[in-house]
Each structure stands twice: as structure tokens, then as C-alpha cells.
């Protein structure tokens, strides 16, 4: 099973700051306002307020697929991602090209109504977050977390497909 999602190229690259091995420095990069990933985010109403689930190694442009996938199993009742026809790693694992991208959060947008209703009994029934809930007043609503999230996939799937040529993933 993969971790991240991560764009297939890196629209960022050719004004990206380097750190002294060439690799990409996200902070600098985003400091000097050539982080596509940031500005187009930022630039979005939709999905500016909204942290995402944004990779680890401080790369905010990857995506944590296995957390999408999560998601993907709220809106079909399941706990097996294999037996929905979209996934974040693709149909053989490599990841998505753009047409699937696109594809892939069309059908997650026409789901939004369905997958909105199916966390909310997953919220409802899940006895670990019950128990957080009560535990932590002040913790944020997980139906609107879990929403915003889905929000934040569907972004982050057309964002790489128009920018990236798609995704790979990083196992």
C-alpha cells in the first residue's frame, strides 16, 4: 500500500530555490512565492481555509493518498479501496495520469451530497471519536474536518492533473 501522492512533475521546478544537493526547497520556494501549490491554494476560496492532507517532509504539494483512500471508503461503506473503481494509487498502482485525475474528482464532486451523509453516520458510529468529542470540547467538528477534506481531494486531484501531469506515488 502507498503513502503519499505526489504530483508527476513538479510544476514549481524551474523557478524552485535549491538547497545546496539541487534538491527543491519547499519553505524557500514558498517564501519567495513560487510554490505553485501555495499560490494556487491560497488563491482558491474553496479550499484556502483548509489544511488538507498534505505530505510529510514539510512537502506541501504531496498528498497522503492512504488518507484519500480513507475518504473513498466513508463514501462507499467500506473498509476496502480495492473494490471501488477510483483510488489514489490508480488502477496499477502507479498513480493517476491528468484524464484520471479529472475523472476521478468529477466523480468525487457528484459524490459530495453521498459521502457528506456517510460520514456523518460514520462520525456518528465511530465509538473513537465519541470518545475524543468528549474528551476535547474544543476539538473541531470531524464531520466538517472530514468534508473539508474531501473538498481539499478534490482540489488537489485537478490541481495536479492541470499542473503536474497527473500523480505518481511515493510508496
Not at 49 to 78: E, P, Q, V
Request: proline share 4%; net charge negative.
Amino acid at each position: 500500500m502507498g503513502l503519499d501522492n505526489i504530483p508527476k512533475e513538479y510544476p514549481c521546478a524551474l523557478k524552485a530555490a535549491r538547497d545546496k544537493d539541487n534538491r527543491i526547497d519547499c519553505a524557500q520556494t514558498q517564501n519567495e512565492n513560487n510554490c505553485t501549490w501555495k499560490n494556487e491554494k491560497e488563491s482558491n476560496p474553496m479550499v484556502n481555509h483548509i489544511s488538507g492532507a498534505t505530505s510529510m517532509f514539510g512537502t506541501d504539494c504531496w498528498y497522503r493518498g492512504k488518507y484519500g483512500n480513507f475518504l473513498i471508503n466513508i463514501l462507499n461503506d467500506t473498509e476496502e479501496t480495492e473494490t471501488s473503481e477510483y483510488h489514489f494509487y490508480g488502477k496499477d498502482g502507479d498513480g493517476l495520469d491528468p484524464d484520471n485525475c479529472f475523472d476521478m474528482a468529477k466523480w468525487m464532486r457528484d459524490n459530495t451530497e453521498k459521502f457528506a451523509f456517510n460520514a456523518k453516520e460514520y462520525v456518528k458510529n465511530d465509538t473513537r471519536i465519541q470518545i475524543q468529542l468528549s474528551d476535547e470540547e474544543s476539538k473541531p467538528d470531524p464531520l466538517i474536518e472530514y468534508i473539508n477534506d474531501w473538498v481539499y481531494a478534490i482540489w488537489w486531484l485537478e490541481f495536479v492533473g492541470k499542473t503536474s501531469n497527473g500523480s505518481a506515488v511515493w510508496w
